[in-house]
């Protein structure tokens, strides 16, 4: 028997409840700080959460402690420790005179370039995978998904079969592994090993969890949705082959999540579609941007709840 129907068969289900999607998106995830909020102001809990790379990791700090200031809080402290500031993802710049004010400079950027170049052929990896798993551990709140007093649910993609999966309670593993690899994005962190198996980050095949959540959920419960991926601006071009991967990859994303919202039966979509994923610098926006959407949201929400 497959563990999504050992799931499925043997959780208990309640009545007018709700599964909670959280998607990935690096920055734009500290939205979904603001949706848990509200959620919470309203009185209403999730039966679970299933989330994907950082709504995986908001979403088993919230699971373990559900207190949406607790959990803001805590997601303030990850982004000015040490730890998170270690992460190091080297950026391309161009090499011209533009902010370059002697040839020493110069130098200096294009050896840094030629550095990076060296290690996109050669390595698989330009971050530290390590850190992942550091702030997973000190950040979670809990050891095992037994820690949750919300059942929690992470998805990440098995290397390099491609296979997605959905981690929890019943797949013997602690919860810090599970969300660092739900983390691994592919190209800037090494696929993280699981019992022998390699993972990467959930986002790959699942960047909105939604039908992940329906699998979880039973028959009378809803599926709620938090979309948090990005879109590509139509004023915008990309300028280089790198550009044009990373435009190939979002328009990926934006159509399978398109499929992935079919699955959802509210869909809380807060206005950061063309935040760079890491682009951590205006926390309050974001977590301000996922509570209006979330307050927009919360008639239909409670209609449906019968409430």
């Known amino acids: 028997m497959k563990l999504l129907e050992r799931i499925f068969e043997t959780r208990e289900t309640g009545k007018n409840g709700f599964v909670l999607a959280l ?4 920055g734009r995830g500290l939205a979904h700080l603001g949706v848990l909020a509200v959620l919470e102001e309203h009185h209403l809990r999730p039966d679970a ?3 994907t790379s950082i709504g995986a990791m908001f979403g088993a700090m919230y699971a373990v402690q559900p207190d949406a200031r607790v959990v803001t809080a805590q997601a303030m402290e990850i982004l000015t420790s040490k730890l998170f500031n270690s992460i190091s993802v080297p950026s391309l710049e161009d090499v011209d005179s ?3 004010h002697s040839w020493l400079s110069r130098i200096a950027t294009l050896a840094r370039q030629t550095m990076l170049f ?3 052929a050669s390595d698989r990896s330009i971050a530290d995978t390590d850190v992942l798993l550091h702030i997973a551990s000190t950040f979670s709140g809990g ?3 037994a820690d949750a007093q919300i059942p929690v649910y992470v998805t990440a993609v098995e290397f390099p079969s491609g296979e997605c999966h959905l981690f929890s309670e019943h797949s013997g593993i602690s919860l810090p592994s599970a969300l660092s690899a739900s983390m691994a994005i592919p ?3 090494e696929p993280v090993q699981i019992n ?3 993972y990467v980050d959930g986002g790959v095949a699942s960047d909105l969890p939604a039908r992940e959540a329906r699998m979880v959920a039973g028959s009378d419960q809803l599926v709620v949705a938090v979309n948090v991926g990005a879109r590509p601006r139509a004023d915008m071009e990309p300028g280089n082959v790198y550009g044009m991967i990373d435009w190939s990859a979002e328009i990926k994303s934006l159509h399978l999540r398109r499929y992935s919202k079919l699955y959802a039966d509210v869909l809380i979509e807060p206005l950061v579609s063309f935040i760079q994923w890491n682009d951590f610098s205006e926390p309050e926006r974001e977590i301000e941007k996922g509570r209006m959407a979330a307050l927009e949201m919360m008639p239909a ?3 449906k709840l019968g409430h």
């Open 23 to 26: 998607g990935g998106g690096g």
């Open 49 to 51: 959460i299933v989330g």
């Open 98 to 100: 533009h902010g370059v």
């Open 118 to 120: 060296t290690r996109v």
């Open 143 to 145: 050891e095992s998904f």
């Open 187 to 189: 190209g800037v962190f």
């Open 196 to 198: 022998g198996k390699q």
């Open 301 to 303: 929400l409670n209609e």
